[in-house]
């Protein structure tokens, strides 16, 4: 390149330091160019303003995406626990109709008579230890 050339893409790059880093236009003005301290992040600074909006958009979107799966995921840990509620719930309504069952069948055809601890059978009238 040449020697103008040279100059004037230093003059950009101070002019783009200027708007970003807020650089004293004495530095090129003088067409002095000392380095300035750039953000530790260099994909920052190569991103004009319309970019960083963009990148602040994305990184919002990214935030509420997150934000959905721990939500989505919370609702099916709240769902797990229903269900596994409603199972349990479930479960004690079907032993209970199963000792019904076991009492009705017991007056039906022991005639009121149920078998004791060892092995006796009661008699309808009679009170036992146990009840």
Known sequence: MSKRGLMEEKEGR????????????????????????????????????GE????????????????????????????????????EKEKEIWEVEKDLEEEDWEEKYLGGRRVGPWGTRKKPGRKEFWE
């Not at 002019?15 to 260099?42: M, N």
């Open 14 to 49: 101070c002019s783009d330091l200027l708007k970003r880093k807020k650089v004293a236009t004495s530095i090129c003005g003088k067409r002095r160019y000392e380095q300035v301290e750039i953000e530790s992040d260099p994909k920052k600074i190569d991103l004009d303003e």
């Open 52 to 87: 960083r909006e963009l990148e602040e958009e994305n990184s919002e979107v990214e935030r509420e995406a997150e934000e959905r799966k721990t939500f989505a995921g919370e609702k099916g840990l709240w769902k797990m626990r229903r269900r596994e509620e409603e199972s």
